[in-house]
């Protein structure tokens, strides 16, 4: 499969989840350095800007993405002659994709181990990390009950609820709109995040800040799993991260709709005082203030 391929696979949420497209961007470089013939090292930098370059431009705001693209960036560019180049590349990319895999399982472990075990939990769109917490709760033993909020317009709370299903953890999906009808039963709100700000704050799927402000309301704890290499330390809030929109169409055909405008952002940004949880992450239960310190100690 080419780089290409891969790309087109982020682009067209073929592949989503914010860890799982690092790992993918990941496999894409090796793809491309598996198919390089140029023959020396002057072709091989040429070619390796435009991977990067092709890659990086699926997700533009995704920071799990460039983060792992730039973690092997970084250590291709730190060595000398072709066979070293493509050596590390291939290193680099085996190295992140392990890490990363690593991070999610150990993260798991954190959030079985800081939530009841027998307890009831909110939750949105389609996150390895927030659905691996509850999977490791049901592989120690516990029962953990979940909500699964559908997550408009992509459906990708349909995913999280087949897969939670699948690890015989007891889901139940619903509309959106059902949030706040539900959040009285919840023990607490667990959601994944595709950015954290240096400051703590959390960029996710839009929808999770509202979550995050009917947990305060209501005295539920709110915490979000994510991996230490989605923290952005280019961006001192989450209000300073650009928030992507997405075509028009995927809410509805705009022709259908003659003198309407249409939005569909993405993402929303969590204030770090609302994670009244706080972070799980590989490192354990962090605080929010905490994490960009992290992050330059795990990935630098």
Not at 178 to 198: K, L, P
Not at 202 to 216: C, E, R, W
Not at 230 to 245: F, H, M, N, Q, W
Not at 270 to 299: I, M
């Amino acid at each position: 499969m080419s780089y290409a391929t891969y790309a087109e696979d982020i682009r067209t949420m073929r592949v989503h989840g914010a860890g799982r497209i690092a790992r993918h961007a990941a496999r894409g470089l090796a793809a491309w350095e598996a198919s390089f013939r140029g023959g020396d090292e002057a072709s091989f930098a040429r070619g390796f800007k435009e991977a990067l370059r092709a890659l990086g431009e699926t997700r533009p705001t995704a920071v799990s993405l460039h983060n792992g693209l730039a973690f092997i960036e970084l250590r291709v560019a730190a060595v000398q002659g072709l066979d070293a180049k493509r050596a590390a590349l291939r290193q680099a990319a085996a190295e992140f994709e392990e890490r990363s895999k690593a991070a999610v399982a150990e993260l798991g472990r954190v959030g079985a181990r800081a939530l009841p075990s027998e307890g009831t939990f909110l939750t949105i769109c389609n996150s390895h990390a927030a659905i691996g917490v509850f999977q490791e709760m049901r592989r120690q033993g516990g029962n953990p009950r979940v909500f699964a909020l559908e997550t408009r317009p992509w459906r990708q709370g349909h995913k999280t609820a087949r897969e939670l299903a699948e690890s015989g953890v007891d889901v139940t999906l619903i509309v959106d709109n059902a949030a706040m009808s539900f959040i009285r039963r919840v023990d607490a709100v667990v959601t994944g995040c595709d950015t954290i700000a240096a400051n703590g704050d959390v960029v996710n799927k839009v929808g999770t800040s509202g979550l995050a402000l009917m947990a305060k309301e209501f005295r539920k704890p709110f915490y979000v799993a994510g991996e230490t290499y989605k923290v952005d330390l280019t961006s001192p809030t989450g209000e300073a991260r650009a928030i992507e929109e997405r075509e028009h169409k995927e809410i509805a055909d705009p022709a259908e709709f003659p003198g309407v405008r249409f939005a569909n952002p993405v993402f929303d940004v969590t204030p770090a005082s609302w994670l009244t949880g706080g972070l799980f992450t590989e490192a354990g239960l962090t605080k929010p203030q905490d994490v960009a310190a992290l992050a330059k100690k795990l990935w630098s």
